[in-house]
């Protein structure tokens, strides 16, 4: 009774660290992103545009493995 009651403690616990880590590196992708995109806007300003909108996709695809790891964890804590 007791280990199963540890057992279900230990897997809620990695899916909340997982669900951490998930959206630490998300939000770290992104910015490196921004970033990077501002110096290159900044080294051709003509061509902002192009950049801009390569970065959207770049970040909305980063946010789509994040939500994709906090869907995972979401079902490592409900599936048993």
């Known amino acids: 009774m007791l280990g199963m009651i540890l057992a279900d403690a230990m897997a809620n616990l990695g899916a909340a660290i997982g669900a951490g880590i998930a959206a630490v590196g998300a939000g770290i ?13 900044a080294r051709q300003p003509e061509s902002t545009g192009d950049i801009r909108s390569n970065m959207i996709v770049i970040a909305a695809l980063i946010e789509g493995v994040a939500f994709f790891a906090l869907i995972v964890c979401i079902l490592g804590i409900f599936i048993k």
């Open 29 to 41: 992708g992104i910015g490196k992103i921004g970033g990077s995109a501002m110096e290159a806007i």
